[in-house]
């Protein structure tokens, strides 16, 4: 069975930083890719980062570049977001997602249930 779990949203501050976690187990692993989307309310979900698990390449949306970083940590199964200098556009429901290629929601096969991020201004 497969089960992506997010943690760690929450309200956090314009200018703050929050760090989100996905724990993956089953047949995820069989996807090299881990990614993050998000949705803010009224608009569809959109791509933000990448990330590989066989050789730790990294790809982001033009948004995020230089304030969000993705990793990952084998031994425990978990990729991360760290979100750095946050703004309110961050605000929506943060996607963690298994999949082989891409920024398109239909290159993953499998997602989380979501986390609730809300910037404050």
């Known amino acids: 069975q497969v089960q992506l779990v997010e943690s760690g949203g929450g309200l956090v501050q314009a200018g703050g930083s929050l760090r989100l976690s996905c724990t993956a187990s089953?047949?995820?692993?069989?996807?090299?890719?881990m990614a993050w989307f998000r949705q803010a309310p009224g608009l569809d979900r959109k791509f933000v980062a990448r990330?590989?698990?066989?050789?730790?390449?990294?790809y982001y949306a033009d948004a995020v570049i230089g304030r969000f970083t993705i990793s990952r940590d084998s031994a425990k199964n978990t990729v991360y977001l760290q979100m750095n200098n946050v703004k309110p556009e961050d605000t929506g429901v943060y996607y963690c997602?298994?999949?082989?290629?891409?920024?398109?929601?239909?290159?993953?096969?499998?997602w989380g249930q979501g986390t609730q991020v809300t910037v404050s201004s």
């Open positions: 997602a298994a999949g082989t290629a891409g920024e398109r929601q239909n290159e993953y096969n499998f």
């Open positions: 089953g047949r995820a692993f069989d996807s090299d890719l």
């Open positions: 990330i590989s698990w066989r050789d730790h390449s990294t």
